[in-house]
């Protein structure tokens, strides 16, 4: 099981690194490795099991925060209605490529964190505010899905870390809260 002594943090050079693709079909044990990301994110989301193995709520997991340099990103976003209890999306997204996005950029309005960054950066993090984007599933499907708001700005960030960006990379160094008229901001 993945706990948060797995993820590794701000200052190891894996996260800096533009990792490989993931080699298909897909091995046993990345099937394994897919499996225990997505785990993690639902345990990290359950109160029980995040307050019993002291895990930090996320939405995303990317295997270089886990020291392992392949393409590969999981993602479990619930849905901000508690009456619905499916994810608005879920899935493990292998060798994932942004094919198109909107010219239009959006940011959280609170900014964003990183399991991998044990510290508060304040800041918008620009981002696209839709995207569409090809990636393989652990069933070797390929799949092309669009995306926007909240989900999009999840997806872009687990992809960052496959090519070495980290969130506070696009926070503007002198002014971290500037951003043009036209940039969506999510609530
Ligand atoms: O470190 C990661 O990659 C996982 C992040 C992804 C993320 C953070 C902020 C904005 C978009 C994506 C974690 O999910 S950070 C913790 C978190 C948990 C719930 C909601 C927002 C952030
Ligand atoms: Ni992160």
């Known amino acids: 099981m993945i706990t948060m002594k797995d993820i590794i943090r701000e200052g190891n050079p894996t996260l800096r690194e533009v990792v490989p693709e993931v080699e298909l079909p897909l091995s046993d044990d990345d099937k394994t490795l897919a499996d225990e990301m997505l785990t993690f994110l639902k345990n990290s989301q359950d109160p029980e099991i995040a307050e019993k193995y002291n895990l930090r709520g996320?939405?995303?997991?990317?295997?270089?925060?886990?020291?392992?340099?392949?393409?590969?990103?999981?993602?479990?976003?619930?849905n901000m209605d508690p009456e619905i209890n499916e994810p608005t999306f879920s899935d493990v997204m292998i060798n994932p490529k942004i094919i198109s996005h909107t010219v239009q950029d959006a940011c959280l309005r609170d900014g964003e964190g990183c399991l991998s960054v044990d510290r508060e950066v304040p800041g918008y993090v620009v981002r696209h505010a839709r995207i569409t984007v090809t990636y393989t599933d652990v069933n070797g499907e390929t799949q092309k899905k669009k995306f926007k708001n909240y989900d999009a700005i999840v997806i872009q960030h687990e992809i960052d870390h496959l090519n070495g960006?980290?969130?506070?990379?696009?926070?503007?160094?002198?002014?971290?809260?500037?951003?043009?008229?036209d940039v969506l901001i999510i609530d």
């Open 58 to 78: 996320g939405v995303g997991l990317a295997a270089p925060q886990l020291d392992k340099k392949k393409r590969m990103i999981a993602v479990h976003i619930p």
């Open 165 to 181: 960006v980290m969130f506070y990379d696009h926070i503007n160094k002198v002014q971290p809260f500037a951003i043009n008229k």
